[in-house]
T-cell receptor
């Protein structure tokens, strides 16, 4: 059974700083997703990573995938308050998407 | 929300009563999913469907049943609601992705269910 672990589970950071969220998974998969969720809202897709070495960037967020290490990272550059949200990684397992527990990100000004 | 409607948006019910949540899509997507979201657990898969009348269990299926008689509708039923089923329920849809498996999931707005 696939296990997906995110860390940290809670991250409080100052505006302008950089930080990385890690997503480890236990079984081979060639597809990984990052989602964002604002409080009381649904999930919004951020990135789809389809192959080893894949890197995607959107604004201050950059996601990468290392399938050999079974690791994905979500790097935040020069954080701003608007990035405050919960971030989930999710790994494809057959026809199912298995989610990590989520990282609550709070950016303080 | 990619043509996905969940109903009701909020529901309060009593322990032991049956509850049905509905997910309706207008995208004609093949795959539909029900997840529950609880603090500290992320989203956990309850049941999913890969076609009309084709369903399968997820990791937390006990106490839940589903039905899909039409492509556009996926129903989640709690036969006898318990307080442990208080949660936010999300429906998601997807099409087959590149290669094997499914593509990106699109999520509905969620249903907040409280079982007292």
């Amino acid at each position: 059974e696939l296990k997906v672990e995110q860390n940290p589970l809670f991250l409080s950071m100052q505006e302008g700083k950089n930080y990385t969220i890690y997503c480890n998974y236990s079984t081979t998969s060639d597809r990984l997703y990052w989602y964002r969720q604002d409080p009381g809202k649904s999930l919004e897709s951020l990135f789809v990573l389809l192959s080893n070495g894949a890197v995607k960037q959107e604004g201050r967020l950059m996601a990468s995938l290392d399938t050999k290490a079974r690791l994905s990272t979500l790097h935040i550059t020069a954080a701003v308050h608007d990035l405050s949200a919960t971030y989930f990684c999710a790994v494809m397992y057959g026809n199912k998407l298995v989610f990590g527990a989520g990282t609550i990100l709070r950016v303080k000004s | 929300d990619a043509g996905i409607t969940q109903s009701p948006r909020h529901k309060v019910t009593e322990t032991g009563t049956p509850v049905t949540l509905r997910c309706h899509q207008t995208e004609n997507h093949r795959y539909m999913y029900w997840y529950r979201q609880d603090p500290g657990h992320g989203l956990r898969l309850i049941h999913y469907s890969y076609g009309v009348k084709d369903t399968d269990k997820g990791e937390v299926s006990d106490g839940y049943s589903v039905s899909r008689s039409k492509t556009e509708d996926f129903l989640l039923t709690l036969e006898s609601a318990t307080s442990s089923q208080t949660s936010v329920y999300f429906c998601a849809i997807s099409e087959p992705g590149q290669g094997s498996g499914v593509g990106k999931l699109f999520f509905g707005s969620g249903t907040q269910l409280s079982v007292l």
